[in-house]
């Protein structure tokens, strides 16, 4: 099993739910956050805004998606994120891929892909 971690722009995430659904992933955990890579939280205009006001912070308004899915699953994501997520601009995001030991259902013990 694999824990990917999608940072995508806010305006991708249906696009993102969309290729998940198409899998048949089990489960997404999806946060609000802000963050900034290469371009440093530089905007194609100059000037960032959080809320209506310029600030300095330079941090730019992300989606975090995590969903842990079966190693034979994650080729076929990232194929269709490089597909159908990216804009071709700066701050098109990142994907991290970490392995997973076990996963355990609460509610009915399932243990390891049943689990997912």
Known sequence: MKEMVLIIRPEMLEELKSILDEIHCGGMTISSVMGC???KG???NGVNQIKGFKTTINLLPKIRVEVVVEDNSVENII???RERVATGRVGDGKIFIRNIEDA???RTGERGNKAL
Request: aromatic fraction near 0%.
């Open 37 to 39: 890579g290469t371009q």
């Open 42 to 44: 530089v905007v194609e």
């Open 79 to 81: 194929t269709s994120v």
């Open 104 to 106: 355990i259902r609460i």
